[in-house]
């Protein structure tokens, strides 16, 4: 007698509900299934009701005579329970929430603010654009806590205390490059006052879009079930737990009746092709076209193997068009697809063409999107009515994760490397000949091939000269845009299947060329390149089993400025797999998204910094849809009392301003129990002070989920301030204890020798 159990994920204290519902079959065996990190935040929920799972079970047989809490290794999508077995089964989803959601959460934290640090320059909301010069401790009032000092124009300071930290924002530009704001002047004021002007126009404008976007309708996708499974079937490779669910949530998206727009972030080699492959299959099973855009012929003709391996032996008939093809076949390309017997095309943007008509067109796949300018991608999407999109790129450019943050594009992360793949080690140094010499030898040796690009092609033949001179034994193919495609075509397409020991060429190698053998790259004045490009460059290499490495030369005649040594300094830092996300969140930071809405990429993100930009960009959403902006922070507390990170606790002075400012920022209970079981694993039992400072946080999330905007506690009593649009009467029905109210405030008598973080959670009901 199977019987399915309500959700816990709706309920506004899920850990509560689920230690209450738990005790009331405390006769029986009860199992809390997920994955490890969802099983870790479920005994991190658990825990703080005096509840611990007795352990793990590996297999079914283990269940056989056990009773009590047990965690289970077991996958499920839904809890029940097995009234004649006693057996009461809990899935993390209905608990945690869908795993759907995770992603938008991994998302947030991918994309977070980078650290702060000692001379960063950063962005106060109450005083503006400062550098960040210490950390101390000031003692006030009988508290001793951190703060923070912060310089501005004219060498003034202001002292910013931990409870403010949460209004301080890393800028993302270089100290010497920015103008500081001055402190007493209305100057900062005005020029916050006229970019929220803005955002909240384009935040209007992002609404109506998103709106929109639900109204819209499109042609359901949803082919027979046993074909694409055939299909599918022909992938040799096990899918990764991203893969599989961002397969599943594009199939979904096409069978939901409204037009997807999808982008899948995963770096080179994480399994993008096999998702736009599954949507390929399903649209074209569907009976619709699908067009497949790549910037290069090279990634075309890489594409094409791919569709047509997969695809032979079935009725879809793929087509390509880019400059490879004779007049005859595009010419016979451009028919197949009027007539609709091509069902799937491969296509450059070649695609985009006058005489170019799909007539069934139901998807478009656009791969490294980040190559595309926005007018191509309008043109494509534009070939037919409520077509479905998805674009797929290892580095999105600022505006793509920019309208991904705010809810215009829904998110795939491919964030698991395939089995066996080792990061790339890299190297950011002026060139050295020796260095350069002894990589390209080395990587001959253990025969592999290796990789160097330049920036121009100009600089081609200086480089070939150099490479003449210190591996002069070395077989070097060269390849670059001046080439006929045909002759690009055959330089790199020879390289792949082994001619030669060393490719030399431009960036246009960035991508699609798979070379299982090359292990090492070179570029050269690495300073001309973006970092998405260089990202992109480098995963070329370290595609098979062999340890790839990248040097990052610059050259060692010319000054390069610290912004751009500070810039290029991201590729050493994220070099583990996996990161291009991360590189293009540094990207936003320092370049700034742009309007969403138009061609500007620079857009007024320079005024203010990006992070702050992001966070006023999402009160002002908030706004436009009806959830007031206040519901987003948790209640500010003016208590008399507050917690602390101590010195001997966190002795880096720089680990505890994030701390701290990650503290402030969480809006999550979850979120916050995570904060403290990391402080516990990182430094160890936490102390007094940081218990004290967690619990204050606690109680300021709580209050704000109550709709209260400010917590005020003196002496004599405690007030509670309601935001604006709350009724102070519903709020006060939720409360314990006697008040008086007014206006918007609700004031309670404070109680003599009682502690105030106590009384106020009694007050709230927690």
């Keep these: 007698e199977l019987e399915a159990i309500p959700s816990f994920a709706a309920e506004r204290f899920p850990g509560r509900a689920l230690a209450n519902y738990i005790r009331e079959h405390d006769n029986g065996l009860v199992l809390l299934c997920g994955s490890d990190a969802e099983r870790k935040r479920l005994v991190s929920l658990l825990k703080r009701h005096d509840l611990q799972p007795q352990g793990t079970l590996d297999d079914l047989a283990d269940l056989v005579g056990k009773s009590g809490l047990w965690l289970a290794n077991i996958d499920l999508e839904t809890a029940f329970t097995d009234k004649r077995g006693q057996l009461l089964v809990i899935a993390a989803a209905d608990v945690l929430g869908s795993r759907m959601h995770a992603e938008q959460v991994d998302l947030a934290m991918l994309v977070a603010p980078l650290e702060l640090r000692v001379g960063d320059v950063v962005v106060h909301e109450n005083f503006g654009v400062g550098i960040l ?12 806590q951190d703060t923070i000092q912060l310089e501005y124009h004219g060498d003034t300071k202001v002292m910013v205390p931990v409870t403010d930290f949460g209004k301080l924002w890393r800028y993302g530009a270089e100290a010497d490059v920015v103008s500081l704001d ?4 209305e100057a900062w004021d005005k020029k916050r006052a006229a970019v929220s002007t803005e955002i909240d126009e384009a935040a209007k404008r992002l609404t109506e879009l998103a709106r929109q976007r639900l109204t819209a309708e499109a042609t359901v996708l949803k082919p027979p079930k046993k074909d694409v499974d055939r299909l599918a079937a022909r992938f040799p490779y096990v899918e990764t737990p991203d893969q599989a669910a961002a397969i599943k949530a594009v199939l979904d998206d096409l069978a939901s009746g409204h037009p997807m727009n999808r982008l899948i972030c995963g770096d080179v080699g994480f399994g993008k ?8 299959a399903a649209a074209a099973l569907a009976g619709r076209q699908v067009a497949v855009v790549a910037p290069t012929t090279v990634l075309v003709r890489q594409h094409l193997q791919s569709f047509e391996r997969r695809f032979a032996g079935t009725d879809i008939k793929v087509g390509t068009l880019s400059g490879l093809n004779t007049a005859a076949e595009t010419a016979a390309t451009k028919e197949g697809l009027r007539s609709g017997e091509i069902r799937v095309v491969v296509a450059t943007h070649a695609i985009a063409g006058k005489d170019v008509e799909l007539p069934d067109l139901g998807l478009v796949i656009i791969d490294e999107e980040q190559r595309f300018g926005a007018r191509l991608k309008q043109q494509v999407q534009e070939m037919a009515e409520n077509v479905h999109l998805l674009s797929m790129t290892a580095t999105p450019i600022p505006r793509s994760l920019q309208a991904a943050m705010v809810g215009l594009q829904d998110v795939s992360i491919l964030a698991t490397p395939p089995a066996r793949r080792r990061p790339i080690r890299t190297f950011l140094a002026p060139f050295d000949a020796a260095t350069a010499r002894t990589a390209l030898l080395r990587e001959a040796r253990r025969g592999g091939q290796s990789f160097v690009v330049v920036p ?3 600089d081609i033949e200086d480089v070939r000269a150099e490479l003449q001179r210190i591996v002069s034994n070395l077989d070097v193919v060269v390849a670059h845009g001046g080439l ?3 002759e690009i075509d055959a330089a790199l397409m020879g390289f792949a299947n082994g001619d030669g020991d060393v490719l030399l060429a431009t960036n246009i190698i960035e991508s699609g060329l798979d070379v299982p053998r090359a292990n090492t790259m070179l570029v050269w004045r690495t300073d001309r390149f973006g970092l998405s490009q260089l990202h992109q460059l480098r995963g070329r290499v370290g595609r098979g089993r062999a340890q790839g490495v990248a040097y990052l030369f610059l050259d060692p005649e010319q000054e390069v400025p610290e912004n751009t040594r500070a810039r290029l300094s991201t590729l050493e830092a994220f070099d583990r797999l996996g990161s291009g996300f991360h590189i293009s969140a540094r990207d936003l930071e320092l370049r700034g998204a ?5 061609e500007d990429q620079a857009g007024h993100v320079h005024l203010i910094g990006s992070a702050l930009y992001q966070q006023l960009l999402e009160r002002a959403l908030a706004e436009t849809k009806g959830e007031p902006a206040e519901n987003i922070r948790p209640a500010e507390l003016n208590i008399s009392t507050t917690g602390s990170i101590p010195m001997d606790y966190v002795p880096e002075a720089v680990v505890r301003i994030n701390l701290y400012a990650r503290l402030q920022r969480i809006t999550k209970l979850e979120d916050l129990d995570e904060f403290a079981d990391e402080l516990e694993d990182r430094f160890g039992p936490v102390p007094e002070a940081v218990e004290r400072l967690i619990a204050i946080s606690r109680l300021s999330i709580n209050a704000g989920s109550m709709h209260i905007e400010r917590i005020d506690a003196g002496p004599l009593g405690i007030a509670l301030t309601v935001v604006g649009h709350a009724d102070p009467t519903k709020i006060s ?6 008040f008086k109210s007014k206006d918007n405030r609700l004031i309670f008598d404070r109680q003599d020798g009682r502690d105030v973080v106590e009384q106020i959670a009694e007050i709230l009901g927690f």
């Design 594 to 598: 742009g309007d969403l809405l138009g």
């Design 133 to 144: 010069r210490d950390l101390t401790q000031v003692r006030t009032d009988e508290l001793e």
């Design 733 to 738: 029905s939720a409360l314990s204890g006697e």
């Design 182 to 185: 001055r402190l007493n002047t």
């Design 456 to 458: 121009r092609i100009e």
């Design 273 to 280: 092709t096999e998702i736009a492959l599954r949507a390929a």
């Design 484 to 486: 006929k495609p045909q």
